[in-house]
């Protein structure tokens, strides 16, 4: 096994404070691609993009983080379950890593509200799952009163030890690029990641590995878009069900996070971000969730209105993988079915239904 990536709390001994009495629950997160996306930096007329592709974690998201901390530590306590609210990404992380550990995982979701992808997984890695009459919101008002009064372990963002295995992300970002970017841009929902990226670079800086912050820009889908209407939405509408969130539980780290680092709050609508969506997996390879078009898509809507901040170097953080919510990829621009041509099983039917010559 010397030659594997060992997962983000082994990669990061030191900077997570782990001692060698603390439990390690793994499943090999962490170590993902950035990969550089020259079709979008000629879109967004910068000098260079990469795209950080966190759903090449184990669970598909960049929740595997942040769940191999809590779940650890929430194994140290001495937890037999965990809890977790979930638009579906949290869930399918909160329930393999809990198996991982010998642990029950109980998930609440907004009915209905969850791609398929995400809901299949927590079934798979046998969750208790309950889909909740209410959104996002009400399961995460919920799981914390089930923290409070029952013996159940919270493994939601507002869980410090979230914070802590997602601020590795920032860590990998620099020790790829050897600097920090000039501006980061990601989806913001329930605001974690954001603060987590935020925490990550303020401690590259407290260490000397950087000098200064990238932007950190953080971009919500329209129909729940809290930041940048300055408070909770009640009834948040998007196709994007991941960043389906009205009231962001890390509300006050965002704001410290977009402050310190002169970033900013931008919103995409939903066709926005489904055309990013599309732009991503034709025009640069890379199969991602509508809702990590977010980052990508705030910046384009910033560049159009001629207001993106000029720089050279820059991160966008897309994450969870296209495979989550595979439906939006069998549909056109105007929402219409894509279905294969079907077509006689010899070549000449083929080369025909492609319209090739002989050569
Ligand atoms: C793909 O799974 O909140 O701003 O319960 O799944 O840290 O909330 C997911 C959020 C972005 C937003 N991209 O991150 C959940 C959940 C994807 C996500 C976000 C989520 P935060």
């Given at each position: 096994m010397a030659n594997q990536w060992r997962g983000v709390i082994r990669e990061y001994y030191d900077r997570l404070n782990w001692s060698d009495s603390d439990p390690v629950v793994t499943l090999?997160?962490?170590?993902?691609p950035l990969i550089d996306a020259p079709a979008l930096a000629t879109l967004l007329d910068v000098g260079e993009v990469y795209l950080k592709f966190e759903g090449m974690n184990p669970t598909g998201s960049f929740k595997d983080r942040g769940m191999t901390t809590a779940v650890s530590r929430a194994l140290g306590r001495g937890a037999k379950a965990v809890v977790a609210a979930s638009t579906g990404n949290t869930s399918a992380a909160a329930a393999a890593y809990a198996t991982k550990a010998g642990m029950q995982s109980v998930v609440l979701v907004p009915s209905g509200k969850i791609a398929y992808g995400k809901l299949s997984q927590a079934i798979a890695h046998k969750a208790q799952i309950l889909q909740v009459k209410g959104n996002f919101d009400d399961c995460l008002r919920i799981a914390r009163e089930l923290d409070e009064k029952y013996p159940v372990f919270l493994v939601n963002s507002v869980n410090p030890d979230r914070l802590q295995g997602q601020k590795t992300a920032s860590f990998e970002i620099v020790d790829v690029l050897g600097k920090q970017p000039d501006l980061h841009a990601m989806p913001l929902g329930n605001a974690g990641n954001i603060s987590a990226y935020h925490l990550g670079y303020t401690e590259e800086i407290k260490e000397g590995r950087i000098s200064k912050f990238p932007k950190l820009w953080g971009v919500q889908a329209e129909g729940a878009a809290p930041f940048i209407k300055g408070a909770p939405v009640q009834k948040p509408e998007t196709i994007?069900?991941?960043?389906?969130?009205?009231?962001?539980?890390s509300w006050d780290l965002a704001q410290q996070a977009k402050k310190e680092t002169e970033g900013n709050f931008a919103f995409a609508s939903d066709k926005e971000l489904l055309w990013m969506h599309r732009f991503l997996s034709q025009e640069c390879g890379v199969f991602v969730e509508p809702s990590s078009a977010a980052g990508a898509a705030g910046l384009l809507k910033h560049k159009k209105l001629g207001d993106l901040p000029k720089v050279d170097t820059v991160v966008i953080t897309v994450t969870g993988h296209g495979l989550k919510d595979p439906d939006w990829a069998l549909k056109d621009e105007k929402g219409r079915k894509i279905r294969p041509k079907r077509v006689n099983a010899n070549a000449a039917s083929v080369a025909s239904s492609l319209g090739l010559e002989k050569s």
């Open positions: 090999g997160e962490g170590g993902t994007a069900t991941a960043i389906r969130i009205g009231n962001p539980a």
